[in-house]
C-alpha cells in the first residue's frame, strides 16, 4: 500500500520524527546519569572535608581523642562506596517505575466480559441458542433492537440483510466477544454470562470472511483449536475440508510455514484450513460469518462443499450476504437496522415479495443489456 500510493516519504519522515523523539528522550537520561556519579563525588568530598575539618578542631580542642577520630572516618570511607553504588541505583529503580506503571496499568485494565462469580461449566448443548429480546449498543449508537430469534439443536439458521444491519455483531454475542446491552442470550434457556467462559467458547466453531492464520505451519494452523491431536485426525480434517491435495503440493507439505496472516496461500486456501480448524475442534455450534464472500467461484464451490460437511449435525449461524450460498439453510432471518423484519424458508420469504425478495432481485437480477452506438 505505502509503494502503490507514492507514499514512502511520509512513511520515512514518521520513521525519522519517532527516532528523533526516542533519540531525545536517551539524551536526556545519559545527561541525567552523567550529572549524577559527578555531583554525587563533590557532595561527598565536601562532607568529607567538613568531617575533617570539624574533627580536627574536636580533636585539637581535647573535644575528643585521636583514635576515635581515626575510626570514625575509617568508618565513613567504608560507607562511601556501599552509598554511592546506592544512588547510582537509583537511575535504574526509576527507569523500573515507569515501566511498571505501565504494566500495571495494563494489568488492572478491567474486562468488557465480566466472569460471572459462580459460573457454571456449559457441557453438550441440547436444545439450542435462543435470542432473547435482546438489544445491544457500541458506545451510544443501538445496533441491535429487541431481537428475538432461536435456533434449534442442529437447524442451520441463516442471517441476512444490508451491511450494518447487525448480523456480525448478533455472532458475536453468542461467543461473548460482547455482552448484550438488554436481554439475553441463552443456551439450553440459560443465560450464557452465566457458564464459563472458556467452557462456552469450547462449544463454538468459528469460520469468519476474514480468516486469521498464524505465521507457523500449517499443521500447527489447523490444530489451533485442539493442539494435543495427532497427526492422523489433522489430516482427516483437512480431507474433509477439501484441502489435504493443495496442501501435499506445497514444499513442505503440512509443515510449510505459511506466513503472517498465511499470506503465501489464496484465499480460498485460507478459508479450507480455517474450516479445517473448525472441524478438527469438534464443536457442536457453529458460526460461519459471510465465509464465502470474498472467493472466486471455484473457490466458493470448493468451500462450499466443505463447509457443508462441517454444518452436518451441528447447530449452524450463518451470516451470509451470497444469498445462494443459503438457500437449503433451515430458516432465514432478515435483519434490517438491527431488527428481525422477515422470517421463513427461502420459498416463503420470496412469496412475501418483501425485504428478502428486494435482496435476492438485488443479487440475481439480469444486466440490461448494452446499446449500440449507432454511425
Not at 580536627?56 to 577520630?69: A, H, K, M, Y
Not at 492464520?213 to 494452523?221: C, E, G, K, P
Not at 493443495?246 to 510449510?256: A, Q, S, V
Amino acid at each position: 500500500m505505502v509503494k502503490a500510493f507514492g507514499m514512502e516519504g511520509y512513511e520515512q519522515r514518521r520513521f525519522d520524527d519517532e527516532n528523533q523523539r526516542l533519540f531525545r528522550l536517551s539524551m536526556k537520561a545519559t545527561r541525567i546519569r552523567a550529572f549524577t556519579t559527578p555531583m554525587l563525588e563533590i557532595l561527598a568530598a565536601f562532607g568529607i572535608a567538613g568531617v575533617v575539618w570539624y574533627g580536627g578542631r574536636s580533636v585539637i580542642g581535647g573535644g575528643r581523642t585521636q583514635g576515635s577520630f581515626l575510626a570514625f572516618l575509617t568508618a565513613l570511607f567504608l560507607l562511601y562506596e556501599p552509598f554511592k553504588a546506592l544512588a547510582k541505583t537509583n537511575n535504574v529503580v526509576q527507569q523500573g517505575l515507569a515501566a511498571a506503571e505501565r504494566v500495571f496499568e495494563l494489568l488492572d485494565t478491567v474486562n468488557d466480559v465480566p466472569t460471572h462469580p459462580r459460573a457454571r461449566p456449559l457441557g453438550m448443548i441440547r436444545e439450542g441458542v435462543t435470542f432473547d429480546h435482546v438489544s445491544f449498543r457500541y458506545d451510544h449508537e443501538l445496533v441491535l433492537k429487541d431481537v428475538n430469534l432461536g435456533i434449534g439443536r442442529g437447524q442451520v439458521v441463516a442471517l441476512v440483510g444490508t451491511s450494518g444491519g447487525g448480523k456480525s455483531t448478533l455472532a458475536d454475542l453468542v461467543l461473548r466477544f460482547y455482552d448484550v446491552t438488554e436481554g439475553a442470550v441463552r443456551i439450553d434457556g440459560v443465560d450464557i454470562r452465566e457458564y464459563d467462559l472458556g467452557s462456552l467458547r469450547a462449544q463454538i466453531a468459528l469460520v469468519t470472511q476474514h480468516t486469521f492464520l498464524f505465521n507457523d505451519t500449517v499443521r500447527n494452523n489447523i490444530a489451533y483449536g485442539n493442539i494435543e491431536c495427532d497427526m492422523n485426525a489433522i489430516v482427516t480434517a483437512a480431507k474433509a475440508a477439501n484441502a489435504h491435495d493443495f496442501i501435499l503440493e506445497l514444499p513442505n507439505g503440512y509443515d510449510t510455514v505459511i506466513g503472517e496472516l498465511g499470506v503465501k496461500l489464496s484465499g480460498g486456501q485460507r478459508q479450507r484450513l480455517a474450516i479445517a480448524r473448525a472441524l478438527l475442534k469438534n464443536a457442536p455450534l457453529l458460526v460461519l460469518d459471510e465465509a464465502t464472500s470474498a472467493l472466486d467461484n471455484e473457490s466458493e464451490r470448493l468451500v462450499q462443499v466443505a463447509l457443508e460437511t462441517l454444518m452436518e449435525g451441528r447447530t449452524t449461524l450463518v451470516i451470509a450476504h451470497r444469498l445462494s450460498t443459503i438457500r437449503r439453510a433451515d430458516r432465514i432471518v432478515v435483519l434490517s437496522a438491527g431488527r428481525v423484519v422477515e422470517e421463513g424458508t427461502h420459498d416463503e420469504l420470496l412469496a412475501l415479495n418483501a425485504e428478502y425478495r428486494k435482496l435476492h432481485d438485488l443479487q440475481f437480477q439480469e444486466p440490461e443489456p448494452a446499446g449500440k452506438t449507432l454511425h
